[in-house]
C-alpha cells in the first residue's frame, strides 16, 4: 500500500471528488427531461446486482431525473431516497449508471457514502468510473481512485483497466501506459481485455514501438498469445474494413 500511495502521489492524483452546485445547475438549465425505467428500452448492459428492479427503484429513478434543479435534487435525496432499502438505493444508483445519467449517478453515489449502512464496495466504485472514463471526465475518474484506496479498498484488475481505458480516451497515452505500469507493480496480471485495449489504442496512435513491447508482454500474461494476436489483429483489420465502406 505505502508503494501505491508514493505511485499515485507521482502520477498526481490529490484532489477530492466532488460535484459543484454550479455544475448541477448548468447540467439541470441544459437537460431534455427523458425518463426511462430501463426494463424494457433497448438491450440492458450487465449489472452490478443481477436482479430485476423493484417498484421503489424505478420509482426512485423517475424523480431523480425529473428533478427541476439542484435544491429538488436534494430534497428528492432526503425525502424520498432516504426511505428505500439498501438494496433498492444501489439498484437506484446501478440503473442511473446505466442509464450514462452522470451527474444524477454521482449525486447518489455521495448519498450513497454518507448513509449510515454504508460500506465500500469495489463493484460500486469500478463501475462508477467506467462511467466517467466512458464520458471522459478523466480527473473525477482519477478522484474516485483515490477515494477507493483511502476508504480501505485495494484496486483490482477491472480498476486498473478501466482507467487504462479512460486515459486513452482522452489521449493520455503516457498516464494510460503508467497505470498499465502500476498494475503490473501491484500484483495483476493484465488479462485479454486489459492488452487489447493496449494494443488497439496504441496502434490508432501509431506507438509502434510501445505496441512491439505489449505485443512481446502478452507472452508472459496470456494463454496461447500468438492466437491471441491474431485475433486482435483480425478483428482490427475488420473494424478498418468497415471504416472504408
Same mark, same amino acid.
Not at 26 to 31: E, G, L, Q, T
Not at 86 to 103: C, F, S
Not at 179 to 197: A, H, N, Q, R, V
Given at each position: =500500500? ?12 490529490? *484532489? ?13 438549465? *441544459? ?28 420509482q426512485a429513478v423517475q424523480s431523480v431525473k425529473l ?62 468510473? =467506467? =462511467?466517467?472514463? *466512458? ?79 505489449? *505485443? ?30
Amino acid at each position: =500500500m505505502g508503494n501505491l500511495s508514493i505511485q499515485l502521489c507521482e502520477m498526481g492524483f490529490l *484532489k477530492e471528488v466532488q460535484i459543484s452546485r454550479r455544475q448541477l445547475n448548468s447540467f439541470f438549465s *441544459k437537460k431534455n427531461v427523458k425518463t426511462v425505467c430501463g426494463l424494457r428500452n433497448g438491450p440492458r448492459k450487465p449489472m452490478w446486482r443481477s436482479r430485476v428492479l423493484s417498484s421503489e427503484a424505478i420509482q426512485a429513478v423517475q424523480s431523480v431525473k425529473l428533478a427541476k434543479s439542484a435544491d429538488k435534487l436534494e430534497e428528492m435525496l432526503k425525502n424520498k431516497l432516504s426511505r428505500l432499502l439498501k438494496a433498492d438505493v444501489l439498484d437506484t444508483l446501478n440503473e442511473l449508471q446505466r442509464q450514462n445519467e452522470v451527474h444524477l449517478a454521482l449525486k447518489v453515489f455521495n448519498f450513497v457514502r454518507n448513509e449510515e449502512w454504508y460500506t465500500p464496495d469495489l463493484s460500486v466504485f469500478n463501475s462508477m468510473i =467506467m =462511467m466517467l472514463g *466512458k464520458n471522459k471526465f478523466i480527473e473525477m475518474a482519477e478522484q474516485l481512485f483515490v477515494h477507493m484506496i483511502k476508504e480501505g479498498l485495494h484496486p483490482d484488475s477491472r480498476t486498473y483497466t478501466e482507467l487504462i481505458g479512460a486515459y486513452f480516451r482522452v489521449d493520455l497515452i503516457e498516464k494510460a501506459m503508467e497505470m498499465y505500469e502500476l498494475m503490473k507493480i501491484s500484483g495483476f496480471c493484465p488479462d485479454k481485455l486489459t492488452m487489447s485495449i493496449l494494443i488497439r489504442n496504441l496502434e490508432k496512435a501509431e506507438e509502434k514501438e510501445l505496441v512491439v513491447r505489449v *505485443k512481446n508482454e502478452c507472452a508472459n500474461y496470456i494463454d496461447y498469445p500468438e492466437k491471441f494476436l491474431k485475433e486482435i489483429e483480425s478483428t482490427n483489420f475488420k473494424r478498418r474494413s468497415i471504416d472504408l465502406v
